[in-house]
């Protein structure tokens, strides 16, 4: 399942703890291989209005609010366009465009930055009208994903993200994020049962936000100051995309 309608649910973990939940999964998930690798990387461009209206949705409590982005999933060289809409219920709705097929109606996408033509018919065509869209954010990060063998849920656990902005490079270098997905309302699973036991609440983490909060020193980030004080992160010029 491709999980565009799902409902999702966050933790914020240290590396050490990651290791230890992916052992506890081992009976009742699976792991998911791309080209025979369980860990893939992924790169993404975040793009939002130059007052950052996404980004100020979402530190404003908005309960509807939206992200685009182009991301590209470097073990197979996939690359999508995405708006990833969160709705007052909980629930997140994706809506993606393939960009890297030569075989397609819509051309391969040529700037990994630009929020071309066919990025904003995607928008206009699911009611977003907005314009001004210019990159604000470059993430990378690693990926593993575990799927359950008894009913449909999907948990991904991120690790590595790096961030840069202009000249603002930032590491998260002791991080893990695990994001449980499922097609309804969520319910007690082996997962949760684990989280529960090492005193893991959800924890809302949004990779965009906490990036332009490292990044954009203009970027109103109150609410999210708490997060950042909790991170382990370091500050770098020298690593490349």
């Not at 590209?72 to 007052?88: A, D, P, Q, R, V």
């Not at 977003?128 to 359950?148: G, M």
């Not at 590491?171 to 997905?181: D, S, V």
């Amino acid at each position: 399942m491709s999980f565009l309608n799902r409902f999702d649910t966050k933790y914020v973990l240290k590396i050490e703890n990651a290791f230890d939940f992916l052992k506890n999964m081992q009976n009742d998930y699976s792991l998911l291989q791309i080209n025979d690798g369980v860990i893939q990387s992924y790169e993404t461009v975040y793009f939002d209005t130059p007052d950052l209206l996404c980004f100020n949705l979402h530190h404003n409590k908005r309960a509807n609010r939206f992200k685009f982005r182009t991301r590209k999933y470097l073990s197979n060289g996939k690359m999508f366009n995405e708006i990833k809409k969160k709705l007052n219920t909980g629930k997140t709705i994706k809506f993606r465009q393939r960009r890297d097929k030569i075989k397609n109606e819509i051309p391969i996408i040529e700037n990994f930055s630009e929020f071309d033509k066919w990025f904003k018919l995607l928008a206009e065509n699911n009611g977003y009208y907005i314009e001004n869209l210019i990159p604000q954010l470059f993430i990378f990060f690693n990926r593993i994903t575990l799927l359950n063998k008894h009913f449909p849920e999907r948990i991904t656990l991120d690790f590595g993200l790096r961030y840069e902005y202009d000249n603002a490079k930032f590491m998260l270098n002791n991080t893990a994020i695990i994001e449980l997905k499922r097609d309804r309302s969520p319910e007690r699973t082996v997962s949760q049962d684990f989280l529960r036991k090492i005193n893991k609440n959800p924890s809302g983490f949004s990779k965009y936000v906490i990036g332009i909060s490292l990044t954009h020193d203009k970027a109103k980030k109150n609410r999210f100051l708490p997060r950042l004080k909790k991170l382990s992160y370091e500050r770098s010029s020298s690593w490349k995309k």
